[in-house]
């Protein structure tokens, strides 16, 4: 009877593994009917579902349903999540330069795949069309909003040791709180201890979140990660140190779109690329602070941005 | 390669193993962490819940009490904690960070295997013994130690099974809070789309839970007590 249970166990951890590597949202219900012509029809929109990402996307949605479209939005926790189903059943993703280059090319050469971002757009973008080109996506016109890594030190941090840039800390030991993701990657980890030739210690404590802000603030860490467009620091008395070396790769803000559904739907460009022209790192976080900080919904601040820029009526 | 192949490729590689943070590295934390908690809970919820048993009153009160750690979901508890100004993220020696809130939260999430199954276990020793028991002049003391707690053993034991393949498998969201244990290693390793490091990590917790279930079946069959009656009788 022992013997029965424990191979049942057996049998019941296995299929949870099995399961838990098909795991994935999923993103699209069905495959949205999109051959009702140019200035209208249906279009499924996805992205990530953090405050930033919520925030662009209500920004999409506004600016399609004002060109008469019937969009459908899906917000999920992962990138990878969302791509498998792009561009079958999605149409349009808000995107970031780098991030999108990368995931294509660890999706296309493998998980070792060398990176192929870099902190200039216009490499990265070229080096990321072949890719682009055989998943059937077409970028449109790259923000000059950049949604990067930043890390930021205390205020007091910074008076009592003279620190500004990331250089500055060349040569120290210093406990970083940042994403689980950070270790061994260019932008993260390995650029700050081979580019900067900081002694680095992980605390993977998360992108931004509450736990990295606590721990910098408490002094167990000395640097947290946080993005560029981080509006929160000031008030929590952070200041984000310079990337002076440019290890950040190129996360311009860019909206993907389906090649297929492009062809159809031409007129989906011109809002989107006046958005993207629209948008700085200074506005857009002002923005998203108003999302994260004063709890207004992505739609409102959404609305009321694109309406003050006179981008939908 | 398939992402078996390179599940596969990762665990056969000695140096996923070896080294700082390795795998050997995280299931000796993960392994300490699961006893502690472990034993904390043993001797939180044993002596209640038997002795609740012995004089058999209150067991409804306690089962129930034990129970809401089921409701609790363990990693809300462990946010909660790590989040107070008591215990919070602070290291504490081998547990690593966040050790003492770890601790906590997974010796809770022991209590309702441990107590239930203890309470129970003396509760449900036949009224006819216990009669033979009084019956022969044995005080309240001699009936428990020689009476209830070996008939009741098999069944507590069978508790403390539960409780330690539950734990042992609860015991990587330890890594949610940066915390020790194989755990770390899961959450990379998706983290960093590194799939096979996560999934391996993930089989080996699995195993070891097995290999954790066969022993505690083993140590259960021992305190079996038509075994120990034989063994004296022959």
């Keep these: 009877m022992t013997l029965r249970r424990t191979l049942f166990a057996a049998v019941l951890s296995g299929s949870l593994i099995l399961t838990a590597g098909c795991a994935g949202d999923d993103v699209a219900d069905d495959d949205a009917d999109n051959d009702s012509g140019s200035g209208g029809g249906a279009v499924t929109i996805a992205s990530q579902s953090f405050d930033e990402a919520a925030l662009v996307t209500a920004m999409y949605e506004e600016l399609l349903d004002d060109a008469g479209y019937e969009v459908t939005k899906k917000l999920v926790d992962t990138r990878p999540a969302y791509l498998s189903e792009f561009p079958a059943s999605v149409d349009i993703v808000p995107e970031y330069v780098a991030g999108l280059g990368d995931q294509l090319n660890t999706d296309a050469n493998g998980e070792g795949a060398e990176p192929i971002s870099s902190s200039d757009l216009d490499a990265t973008l ?12 077409t970028l449109l016109d790259p923000s000059e909003a950049a949604s990067q890594n930043a890390y930021f030190v205390t205020q007091e941090y910074s008076d009592d040791n003279g620190v500004t840039k990331l250089s500055d800390l060349e040569g120290e030991s210093i406990k970083l709180a940042a994403a689980p993701d950070c270790e061994g990657r260019d932008d993260c980890e390995a650029g700050l201890a081979d580019v900067y030739g900081i002694d680095i210690e992980l605390l993977p404590l998360g992108y931004a979140s509450p736990q990295t802000y606590q721990s910098v603030i408490d002094g167990e860490s000395q640097l947290g990660q946080t993005g560029t467009l981080d509006g ?18 190129a996360q311009n803000l860019v909206p993907a779109v389906s090649s297929e559904f492009l062809a159809e739907h031409e007129d989906v460009a011109e809002p989107l690329n006046a958005l993207m022209a629209a948008l700085d790192n200074e506005t857009l976080g002002e923005l998203i602070a108003r999302v994260s900080i004063d709890r207004e919904t992505p739609e409102d601040v959404a609305e009321d941005f694109l309406e003050q820029e006179g981008l939908i009526d | 390669m398939t992402l078996l192949e390179l599940t596969w490729d990762y665990l056969t590689t000695a140096g996923s193993w070896t080294g700082n943070g390795g795998l050997l590295d995280r299931l000796v934390e993960q392994l300490l962490l699961t006893v502690t908690a472990l034993l904390l809970g043993m001797g939180v919820g044993l002596p ?25 979901p363990t990693f809300a508890l462990l946010a909660v904690l790590v989040t107070a100004d008591w215990p919070g993220p602070a290291q504490l020696g081998p547990y690593g960070r966040a050790g003492l809130a770890t601790l906590i939260a997974l010796a809770l999430f022991a209590l309702p295997p441990l107590v239930t199954n203890a309470y129970t276990a003396v509760r449900e020793v036949s009224a006819d013994v216990l009669e033979a028991a009084d019956g022969m002049g044995m005080s309240g003391r001699q009936r428990f130690w020689r009476v209830e707690l070996p008939l009741a053993l098999p069944l507590v034991v069978s508790g403390v099974r539960l409780a330690l393949v539950q734990v042992w498998a609860t015991a990587t969201i330890a890594a949610l809070v940066a915390g020790p244990g194989v755990g770390a290693i899961i959450v990379s390793g998706f983290a960093r789309n590194k799939y096979s490091e996560g999934i391996g990590a993930a089989f080996v917790v699995a195993v070891a839970a097995l290999v954790l279930e066969l022993l505690a079946a083993a140590a259960q069959r021992a305190v079996q007590p038509g075994r120990g009656a034989t063994v004296r009788t022959s």
Excluded: C, Y
């Design chain 1, 126 to 137: 070229e080096a990321m069309q072949p890719l682009l080109d055989e998943k059937g996506v």
């Design chain 1, 232 to 249: 929160t620091l000031d008030d929590q008395g952070l200041v984000l140190l310079e990337d002076d070396r440019g290890i950040q790769p």
């Design chain 2, 48 to 72: 209640l819940a038997l002795w609740l048993g012995h004089i058999g009153r209150g067991g409804f009160l306690a089962v129930n009490v034990s129970n809401i750690g089921r409701a609790i």
